[in-house]
């Protein structure tokens, strides 16, 4: 994982990191307490991520407001 605070991480830095963490959980070879500290890890990059995706569509609705599509609706095709 990088050095950098989990804040300024990009999207695809902490998916990164989520899923070393991932991996090192699933190969249960660490201490309880290391254990214990990368979940806690693993749980702050899934908010980040979560973060991220939220601030991205928050934006693309954005994007489609402007162009006078309505919010939150796809159209249907062949009616």
Known sequence: MTDKPIAELSFEEAMQALEAVVTQLERGDVALEQ????????AKLKAHCAAK???AEEKVELIR???GRALGTTP???L
């Open 35 to 42: 254990s214990i500290a990368l979940y806690e890890q693993g």
């Open 53 to 55: 995706l939220k601030d």
């Open 65 to 67: 407001a402007q162009e």
């Open 76 to 78: 249907v095709e062949g």
